[in-house]
């Protein structure tokens, strides 16, 4: 079946501007994990969600990053404001379930670049 | 919270010389542990991972892995590496239960040489 997709696959931007990146889980996957991955850094946990559950939104860095995850599918990440330091590839993941037990499943990501 | 450290960076080895990645994590319990690769312009894809049972555990494309308690260490190996393994490397630690569950390590970036 079709894996974890992204859109878009890359995104340049100018700073100060807002952008909003998507997700498409693998159906039937109730948990959603956003990552970030800057040049020489590990994966940064941002956010997940699990079903209709509360979002766990501890990664997150700032409030100018925000998701949201509409009928338990699709998610979208924003960030409001752009700042140079947010370029990065943000990656998405979905797992079965949630728990680390659950492998997680990755999109290709979304090359952002703040201009 | 849990954490993954991989000290090398970098490593370069010549097609079909043998292969050991480091990987090194902290965690006050059982960990689970994962490897993943991530090839240029493709996902992160998962290698292998151990949860319990038998330490050393075997993967797809022909990596395997063991888990050595006493030196909190998950190291990745193959004996004989093709072109095709050149690609980035991350080693993850993930806590039973809890909110937070998935560490990644900085990655290590192999390249082979002809």
């Known amino acids: 079946g079709a894996g974890v997709s992204q859109s878009p696959s890359n995104k340049v931007t100018e700073k100060g501007k807002d952008v909003e990146l998507r997700c498409d889980p693998i159906s039937g996957h109730t948990a959603l994990y956003w990552y970030r991955q800057s040049l020489g850094q590990g994966l940064e946990f941002l956010i997940y969600?699990?079903?209709?559950?509360?979002?766990?939104k501890s990664g997150l860095p700032s409030d100018r990053f925000s998701a949201e995850r509409t009928g338990g599918s699709v998610s979208t990440l924003t960030i409001q404001r752009t700042q140079q330091e947010d370029s990065a590839v943000y990656l998405c993941?979905?797992?079965?379930?949630?728990?680390?037990?659950?492998?997680?499943?990755f999109g290709p990501g979304t090359r952002l670049t703040v201009l | 919270a849990q954490s993954v450290t991989q000290p090398d960076i970098h490593i370069t080895v010549s097609e079909g010389a043998s292969l050991e990645l480091r990987c090194n994590y902290s965690y006050g319990a059982t960990p689970y542990l994962f490897w993943y690769v991530q090839s240029p312009g493709q996902g992160l894809q998962l290698l292998l991972k151990y949860f319990s049972g038998d330490t050393l555990v075997q993967g797809i494309k022909g990596f395997e892995a063991e888990f050595k308690r006493s030196q909190s260490s998950f190291n990745l190996r193959k004996p004989s590496v093709h072109w095709s393994d050149a690609a980035e490397y991350f080693c993850a630690v993930g806590a039973k239960g809890g909110n937070n569950d998935m560490r990644f390590g900085a990655g290590t970036r192999l390249t082979v040489k002809p």
């Open positions: 969600f699990q079903g209709n559950s509360a979002p766990d």
């Open positions: 993941a979905s797992s079965l379930n949630r728990g680390a037990v659950d492998t997680q499943y």
